[in-house]
Nanobody
């Protein structure tokens, strides 16, 4: 069972990145999925969550209008489209899965948790 994030990197302020999270070893479509990030020296921060079918999404206030969460259950993949990136978006981004809808930032509240992908926003 694993979640593998990809798509991170170095981007200039105002730029965009699309993160992916590939799931394997479990029935992806039965899980609610979440993105959580952790900036250097700070605690984890909830970013966004999506329901099992992908119809319902929720975002932290500072990400609204800039980030879009989506999923492709046929491909067992979760996405996070990030636009208008700011230096304060620099963090390690994790995807997580649970059998219930969650906006928690705690790893212990999820059944599955990835290794993360680094996003650095800097000029």
């Amino acid at each position: 069972v694993q979640l593998v994030e990809s798509g991170g990197g170095l981007v200039q302020p105002g730029g965009s990145l699309r993160l992916s999270c590939a799931a394997s070893g479990f029935t992806f479509s039965r899980y609610y999925m979440t993105w959580v990030r952790q900036a250097p020296g700070k605690g984890p921060e909830w970013v966004s969550s999506i329901n099992r079918g992908g119809e319902s999404t929720q975002y932290a206030e500072s990400m609204k209008g800039r980030f879009t969460i989506s999923r492709d259950n046929a491909k067992n993949t979760l996405y996070l489209q990030m636009n208008s990136l700011k230096p304060e978006d620099t963090a390690l981004y994790y995807c997580a899965g649970a059998t219930y809808y969650s906006t928690s930032s705690r790893k212990a509240d999820y059944d599955y948790w990835g290794l993360g992908t680094q996003v650095t926003v800097s000029s």
